[in-house]
């Protein structure tokens, strides 16, 4: 049985995390973060919610059953103690 990914909630929190991830971590007039932390704030909950979102996606396409390969990239959920552990591969040269 085939599972649908609902590709507009896909594309809608793609867009979101686009545009806290158009700016750098670190703008080039401010010298760095000042922190220390490789992302903003913005940045990091953006990059959360795409992890997230992806595991969803993964987890509706049965990539929990195996390996499941879309545009040449194969998406693998896996469980262990402490969680799912979402396993992302391209081919070479991508």
């Avoid at 913005?42 to 059953?65: F, K, M, N, T």
């Avoid at 195996?66 to 070479?92: D, H, K, W």
Wanted: aromatic content about 4%; cysteine-free.
């Amino acid at each position: 049985m085939k599972q649908r990914i609902d590709l507009e909630r896909a594309a809608e929190a793609e867009a979101e995390a686009f545009g806290a991830r158009a700016v750098g971590a670190g703008p080039k007039h401010r010298g760095g973060s000042a922190t220390g932390e490789p992302f903003t704030p913005a940045q990091g909950r953006a990059l959360s919610d795409l992890a997230r979102s992806l595991v969803q996606i993964a987890r509706d396409a049965g990539a929990e059953h195996g390996p499941v390969v879309i545009s040449g990239v194969s998406f693998e959920l896996r469980y262990n103690g402490a969680g799912e552990v979402l396993s992302i591969r391209t081919g070479a040269g991508s």
